[in-house]
């Protein structure tokens, strides 16, 4: 009698969780049922804010990870984009005599550095979520997108502590009169930091999700950002661009959200809403390409990783 009051169990149990799956009935009994994204840009904000806790728990992970495995901790975050300023204070201030545009090149190289220092981080970062959480993928589910979105979360805390030092040193240099003028543009920061999070989030799980397949190009990205430097302002003005060519770096998505940080924090540079508004536009269009590939790949990724 128990044997088929165990066997009726089950098998009430399959028909509802079928019956679940076919008429799409919201869960009442008590368990979750998963089943594959039903449209490419489907984006589940709903279930994502369901695993908000995985999230936090994801970015203290990757912060305390960090803190454990270094003997300096966060002084790493500090001396990182300091002994890189020398550096290029040293080669494209003194030795190549590039123009910093009336400014300083401490707080000019800094200004710049900080930014990218955020959004190659995180790039690099998120165009390895399958192939670096493989052996989580496989054994549990939860959204895909909660590890992208926590790196670039967890990337915030790097960028305040290097924003702290820039603070400092900014305060100086207009407090001894080194001709920094901000302006009202300063206060689009919120605005740029969310751009330069999006547009890495965006190339990330692109890139993510084609490396499943072709693993060069995971080699191919990490040169790739190294030259993309080089055709972002961050060692030279825009301005010291020929005007008839300026638009070619302007294509740049990072140029623009660079550019205008500089011209509101330090007063140089050029600024264009048309330009910030190309960069926002392709942040979108990026997210949004990025999801359809990330849901086509999530299928079946465990087949081809």
Same mark, same amino acid.
């Given at each position: 009698?128990?044997?088929?009051?165990?066997?009726?169990?089950?098998?009430?149990?399959?028909?509802?969780?079928?019956?679940?799956?076919?008429?799409?009935?919201?869960?009442?009994?008590?368990?979750?049922?998963?089943?594959?994204?039903?449209?490419?840009?489907?984006?589940?904000?709903?279930?994502?804010?369901?695993?908000?806790?995985?999230?936090?728990?994801?970015?203290?992970?990757?912060?305390?990870?960090?803190?454990?495995?270094?003997?300096?901790?966060?002084?790493?975050?500090?001396?990182?984009?300091?002994?890189?300023?020398?550096?290029?204070?040293?080669?494209?201030?003194?030795?190549?005599?590039?123009?910093?545009?009336?400014?300083?090149?401490?707080?000019?190289?800094?200004?710049?550095?900080?930014?990218?220092?955020?959004?190659?981080?995180?790039?690099?970062?998120?165009?390895?979520?399958?192939?670096?959480?493989?052996?989580?993928?496989?054994?549990? &589910?939860?959204?895909? %997108?909660? $590890?992208? +979105?926590?790196? #670039?979360?967890?990337?915030?805390?790097?960028?305040? !502590?290097? @924003?702290?030092?820039?603070?400092?040193?900014?305060?100086?240099?207009?407090?001894?009169?080194?001709?920094?003028?901000?302006?009202? &543009?300063?206060?689009? %920061?919120? $605005?740029? +930091?969310?751009? #330069?999070?999006?547009?890495?989030?965006?190339?990330? !799980?692109? @890139?993510?999700?084609?490396?499943?397949?072709?693993?060069?190009?995971?080699?191919?990205?990490?040169?790739?950002?190294?030259?993309?430097?080089?055709?972002?302002?961050?060692?030279?003005?825009?301005?010291?661009?020929?005007?008839?060519?300026?638009?070619? !770096?302007?294509?740049?998505?990072?140029?623009?959200?660079?550019?205008?940080?500089?011209?509101?924090?330090?007063?140089?540079?050029?600024?264009?809403?048309?330009?910030?508004?190309?960069?926002?536009?392709?942040?979108?269009?990026?997210?949004?390409?990025?999801?359809? !590939?990330?849901?086509?790949?999530?299928?079946?990724?465990?087949?081809?990783?």
């Amino acid at each position: 009698m128990s044997l088929f009051g165990s066997h009726f169990i089950t098998l009430h149990f399959i028909v509802t969780m079928e019956d679940k799956i076919k008429y799409n009935e919201p869960d009442d009994a008590g368990f979750t049922v998963i089943k594959p994204q039903s449209s490419l840009l489907e984006l589940n904000l709903r279930e994502l804010w369901r695993y908000r806790d995985l999230i936090r728990m994801y970015v203290k992970r990757d912060i305390v990870t960090f803190y454990k495995q270094t003997i300096l901790g966060p002084l790493w975050f500090v001396l990182q984009p300091v002994l890189t300023t020398v550096m290029f204070m040293f080669v494209f201030g003194n030795l190549a005599g590039i123009s910093t545009d009336g400014v300083p090149g401490v707080i000019f190289y800094f200004s710049g550095i900080i930014i990218w220092n955020y959004f190659a981080d995180c790039l690099n970062r998120n165009s390895r979520t399958f192939t670096d959480n493989q052996n989580v993928f496989g054994k549990v &589910y939860f959204p895909r %997108l909660v $590890v992208p +979105i926590s790196v #670039t979360i967890s990337n915030l805390v790097r960028l305040a !502590i290097q @924003f702290v030092l820039f603070v400092g040193i900014y305060i100086y240099y207009v407090a001894t009169g080194a001709g920094i003028t901000p302006n009202i &543009y300063l206060l689009l %920061l919120p $605005v740029l +930091i969310l751009m #330069t999070a999006g547009i890495s989030l965006g190339f990330g !799980i692109i @890139f993510s999700s084609l490396t499943t397949k072709y693993r060069d190009l995971t080699f191919l990205l990490q040169f790739g950002v190294q030259l993309w430097m080089y055709a972002t302002p961050i060692i030279y003005p825009l301005n010291s661009i020929p005007a008839n060519k300026q638009w070619l !770096i302007q294509l740049n998505p990072m140029t623009s959200v660079i550019e205008t940080f500089k011209y509101g924090a330090l007063g140089s540079g050029v600024f264009s809403w048309s330009w910030l508004g190309y960069s926002f536009a392709l942040m979108m269009l990026l997210i949004l390409v990025g999801i359809m !590939i990330f849901n086509k790949i999530e299928k079946s990724f465990m087949d081809t990783v």
